[in-house]
């Protein structure tokens, strides 16, 4: 497989996978209920927190998601994520990268990526498999799969709570997403106010919402604008989350349905699969080889 196909699949894996720090801002419901809170005293950072609150025993969610990535440019895609355990498929395309459609798929340590050209130049295997755990130790920048699964392990309960910290917050109005009647609030949440609103009691979700803090470091972003809509229920519908990253803008979209519903992902055939780690170890042993001799 050549060096450019390669990097280009990284690349596409980075930006799929960025996007689920969305994911991380918000949980909906696919209830078309009729929304009750146009009648409801409740101001807006209590509407969020109550939605955050509504995440903390999520366990699987689907959405679909559309924007732009630093340094990708316009992403867009839909996926199924299950938490416990962690499992996700995410079929998504980057125009920027080219025409090519990926699918993405995180199955326990295990990340695969798959689909498109790259085959015929992999000996046919659709599949590139990835090791979560020892991709990218000691590297300065870590292998775009690394990365996505650390995203992908995020749990929407812990992420959302982080949003709580803005103190902005307003209500815009009564608007309807997806066929759902829903009330749209709005603010803004530094990296700083993120970081006070980190859970310090449960030791698992204040490292959940710290690594979620960490996506948004990396990116370089400081602060972020943000817009929910929250249904009748108290879950969230759509989450938009915009700010400035280094390299270039963060704005992202993500519209949630089949919450709680269950999310079977399984690993791709293994005659299908080029596994990266079996073939770095088979070139290690060539170069030692030919070391050897010469």
Known sequence: ????????????????????????????????KKSDRAGEDISPAAAVKKAAEKSEKLTSFSFRMKGQLPGEGKVQGEASMATEPLAMSMKMSAPAQGPEKMEIRVVGDGVYLGGGKAAAESDGKRWIKFDAKSMGKGAPNKPAPSSATATAEQNPAAQSTLFTGSDDLEKVGEETVDGTETTHYKGTVTLDQMRAAIDKKDP????RQEKGLKQYEDMGIDKLTMDMWIDGEDHTKQFRAQGDADKGKFDTTITFFDVNKPVKVTAPPKNEVMDLAEMMKEMKKGSGSAGGTS
Not at 1 to 30: D, F, H, I
Not at 204 to 207: L, Q
Request: one cysteine or more; a positive charge; charged letters at 20%.
């Open 1 to 32: 497989m050549s060096s450019s196909v390669r990097m280009g699949r990284k690349r596409v894996a980075s930006a799929a996978l960025a996007a689920l720090l969305l994911a991380g801002g918000a949980v909906a419901c696919g209830s078309e």
């Open 204 to 207: 698992k979700t204040r490292e």
